[in-house]
């Protein structure tokens, strides 16, 4: 529909601008536009003239962040005056693994200031890696009258009393989306804040908080609530308490269970599995904290037609998995902790020929001693089974460079390969030999690839493969790999459509830093920790490309030359100015 | 007089079974604290069990009060055989049963214990499949560039958010209470239920975690009350004494006048064989074998079969 027809206009000579105007109204074009919906699409149109800019900025109602320090919220509002969405992504990723200090910033509350002169009419707010307070949920609570949806996911800075805040005041809300916060939970009275009048949400997810919440407010909420259809509960909602929700709320899409694990009585289990089955809407699945194997056949019912499961918090055995999936054949999506061990990854490929990703989590990252876990065998065992599979998270203690060939081989349309091999700098096992073989043949094999994260022991030839073959390379995580500067000089002129490269613990210095230089400005960002770059080296980057932001986070006691952490990326807001005095702008 | 196939259910290696034939002196030799009935014929057992005359002197002889150890019952002991649990990890209460699980189970801290019984860990750590040498995670690190004393110390590796490591931390996956600790596990790893059958004139005591289906629990008890029905069922007489067979068993516990059933949490009594096994285990508080004359409105199932039969 408008793609073509966006294609011809693009097409016809745009020399003419009076012409084309005449036979192309301004409000042609912007209802045209208004049905793009995605931001690339929308960033390419933006570009084509003049006029197609300002019919596009007119036309946009959602815009996309990634990195809320590349633009600021003056800039954003001034561009684009009638957004009613917003989504914002804050600090670097490696934040999430705590290599970033505490008070870096991604604040939110300067954007909510702007938002609630520019944008009172905002309806969404989506926030990723944001620092955010309790005053900025109140405040976000009571400045948006249409206030709808909030997701915040790794976010930080926050109590349970925001929450309460934002369900005491956002009438309309359809969506409260808590994910994976570092939240201070407080209790859970948050929830008996949404009044008894209170029957639009559709969505709801809590299972990041640990307390209790009054399950009777709850129930009454969802009973009320007749468009939910997504809903997370956390570990302290009982089965019993489960079969109650679900009986009033046979529509919901999916469902994150909570606590799977309590003492059932026979009839318990007949009204738990009865209300299961009653959901034949039902194609997601989260939760299952503590599963207990023998209550798992009470979602027989719903298997049959759940396309994603994630069973990333169910420690569960590989026979217990495998009886699970025999009941799963639609699964798209499957998560998983590597407790299911090979044997479990094998009914995988038995049982699930329509699965697109996995993920794989240790249940035990950090001790050393025991040895269990999934190794190669299982990989490949779900890859003989699972032809489209195309997203893989895969964590394990032990690879060979053959299996992840032969993996290749058999899912050839890998988009997101990322392999964790957990000991650092491990080789191939059988071998000894580095693991550049095993990447290069994702490289070469998997001409989609997007996103990769290597692991293990890798030299600079692991790098050239990636320079050479990784085309549509857009997301590159490095750890303990490399041998030179020569590594990384490859990924940074090779990998043409690069946007985001994060490096940690290599061995690349101020050469290959500088190897960027022209690149830097058509990447969202580059992170580099614990390598060699010296402060020198990222002062001269500042100087030479002022259009980038250089920050160096110092740590204690760290020689003065050597910038431990540096975080490059594009800007038009110019230097930051809210940094901690641990980040250092050059 | 048969040499059993099987190891016994008390966890008797078969390389201590013959001896166990030899001598019936042998009452102490498995240690039976936990039973509470201690049964078996006067003199040598498995022979006279045989015998359908002799088993109603046995009859008498229980009656009487004697009681004796085990190891009398298990002289010669194939009557008094019964299977152990369906496969590897079932924990016997007198001695640890080999065999960690072929199907992946293993031994995690924090991770489940074994078998589908739930029977708790072993009393030594269950075998762990190994599948290949695993590389140490300390050697052949390879001339890796960076060298980690201790991957604890390496922060922000493995890369997992931390709201999934403190997920993990604050509650280790495991499938079962209590996990590695072998103390912790003996307590909670018996299951002992009483079994009454109607006609008999006293009760025993079944440890449900040591079997692992219903098979397996069908034939224990059938061995354990045959000796109040053989009168009743001259046709399923013992053959030749090679152990009960599977069939055999059936046929006295379905076919013929009883029923199998089992009073669950709710105190509703129910017929045994309906809900998976590890279900059943959980729920089930007491056993019965029930005369299916008075199981009609319970087993309309087992009245079909007693009919057909007569």
């Known amino acids: 529909m408008e793609p073509s027809e966006l294609k011809r206009s693009k097409d016809s000579p745009n020399s003419d601008e009076s012409t084309r105007r005449s036979s192309f109204p301004d409000e042609v074009l912007e209802r045209v536009l208004s049905l793009l919906k995605s931001h690339r699409d929308r960033s390419s149109v933006s570009l084509v003239c003049k006029d197609w800019y300002n019919a596009e900025r007119w036309s946009r109602t959602h815009v996309f962040i990634g990195n809320c320090y590349s633009v600021s919220p003056e800039i954003v509002a001034r561009r684009f005056p009638k957004i009613r969405s917003v989504t914002l992504k804050g600090k670097p990723r490696f934040s999430d693994f705590n290599l970033v200090p505490e008070n870096w910033g991604a604040d939110i509350h300067a954007w909510l200031v702007v938002f609630a002169a520019k944008y009172p009419f905002l309806e969404e707010l989506r926030l990723k890696r944001m620092a955010i307070s309790d005053e900025s949920l109140e405040f976000l609570a009571v400045s948006f009258p249409n206030f709808k949806a909030l997701s915040l996911l790794s976010c930080d800075g926050f109590s349970t009393n925001g929450l309460a805040a934002i369900a005491t005041h956002c009438k309309n809300l359809t969506e409260l989306d808590i994910q994976e916060n570092g939240i201070d939970d407080k209790g859970g009275s948050w929830l008996s804040c949404f009044p008894e009048s209170f029957t639009s949400l559709e969505v709801l997810n809590f299972a990041n908080l640990s307390s209790d919440i009054n399950f009777d407010a709850l129930e009454r909420l969802v009973g009320r609530c007749k468009s939910m259809r997504v809903l997370k509960l956390n570990r302290s909602v009982s089965l019993e308490q489960l079969q109650r929700l679900l009986v009033n709320a046979p529509q919901l899409a999916e469902l994150g269970t909570g606590s799977f694990s309590e003492e059932l009585t026979f009839r318990q289990y007949v009204e738990l599995e009865s209300a299961l089955s009653n959901c034949q809407n039902m194609h997601t699945l989260y939760g299952l904290w503590d599963a207990k194997g023998i209550y798992l056949p009470a979602l027989y019912p719903v298997c049959t037609h759940l396309t994603f499961l994630n069973l990333s918090y169910a420690a569960l055995r590989s026979d217990e998995l495998a009886k699970l999936l025999a009941h799963c054949p639609r699964l798209k999506r499957l998560w998983v902790l590597d407790t299911v061990e090979d044997k479990g990854l094998e009914a995988v490929g038995l049982n699930c020929p329509l699965l697109e990703e996995l993920r794989v989590f240790p249940a035990d990252p950090f001790d050393e001693e025991i040895i269990h876990g999934v190794t190669e065998a299982g990989f490949v065992a779900v890859s003989f089974g699972c032809p489209r599979l195309h997203y893989v998270l895969y964590f394990c203690r032990q690879m060979t460079n053959a299996a992840v060939a032969t993996i290749v081989q058999n899912c050839p349309d890998f988009t997101h390969f990322r392999l964790c091999i957990m000991n650092p700098g491990q080789p191939d096992y059988i071998t000894n030999e580095p693991m550049d073989e095993a990447f290069g043949a994702v490289v070469k094999t998997c001409t989609k690839l997007q996103r990769l994260s290597v692991s293990g022991r890798l030299t600079d030839l692991t790098f050239e493969y990636i320079g050479r073959y990784a085309k549509n390379l857009e997301t590159l995580s490095v750890a303990f790999a490399g041998s030179s500067d020569w590594g990384m000089q490859c990924v940074m002129g090779g990998c043409s459509k690069l946007r985001k490269l994060e490096i940690r613990d290599c061995p690349f210095g101020n050469a290959a830093l500088l190897s960027g230089l022209e690149k830097y400005e058509s990447m969202r960002s580059l992170w580099m920790s614990a390598c060699n770059v010296t402060m020198n080296g990222c002062r001269l980057l500042a100087r030479e490309m002022p259009r980038l932001n250089v920050e160096v986070m110092k740590e204690d006691g760290s020689d003065d030359s050597q910038a431990d952490k540096v975080y490059v990326y594009r800007s038009i807001a110019g230097p930051r100015r809210d940094a901690p005095p641990s980040v250092l702008t050059l | ?310």
């Open chain 2, 1 to 310: 007089m048969s040499k059993p196939i099987e190891h016994d259910y008390i966890g008797l290696s078969e390389q201590q079974l013959p001896s166990m034939e030899k001598s019936s002196d042998k009452k102490d030799g498995l240690h039976l604290k936990d039973t509470e009935l201690r049964l078996g014929l006067p003199g040598s057992e498995s022979p006279e069990r045989e015998d359908h005359d002799q088993n109603v002197l046995s009859l008498k002889s229980f009656v009487s009060g004697a009681k004796r150890g085990f190891s009398d019952a298990l002289d010669g002991g194939g009557n008094w055989v019964f299977s152990g649990g369906s496969g590897g990890g079932t924990e016997g209460l007198f001695s640890p049963r080999r065999g960690g699980k072929n199907n992946g189970g293993k031994d995690l801290s924090g991770s489940d214990s074994g078998s589908v019984l739930k029977d708790g860990a072993a009393q030594k750590p269950s075998v762990v499949q190994e599948k290949k040498p695993q590389v140490a995670a300390t050697s052949s690190h390879g001339n890796g560039n960076i060298a980690p004393a201790s991957k604890a110390q390496v922060v922000g590796w493995p890369p997992i958010r931390s709201f999934r490591k403190n997920t993990l931390a604050a509650h280790p996956p495991k499938n079962d209470d209590g996990d590695g600790n072998a103390e912790a596990k003996l307590g909670s790893g018996c299951l002992y239920v009483k079994v009454s059958m109607d006609g008999a004139p006293y009760l025993r005591k079944v440890d449900l975690k040591i079997y692992g289906s219903y098979k397996d629990l069908s034939s224990a008890l059938e061995k354990m009350f045959s000796c109040f029905t053989i009168g009743q069922c001259g046709s399923h007489g013992v053959s030749s004494g090679d152990g009960l067979t599977e069939s055999r068993l059936i046929d006295l516990l379905h076919g013929s006048e009883y029923v199998l059933t089992y009073e669950d949490k709710d105190g509703d009594w129910m017929l045994v064989g309906d809900v998976p096994w590890e279900m059943f285990t959980d729920w089930c508080k007491r056993l019965r074998i029930m005369k299916s004359t008075e199981a009609i409105g319970l087993a309309p199932r087992a009245m079909e079969k007693c009919k057909n039969r007569t």
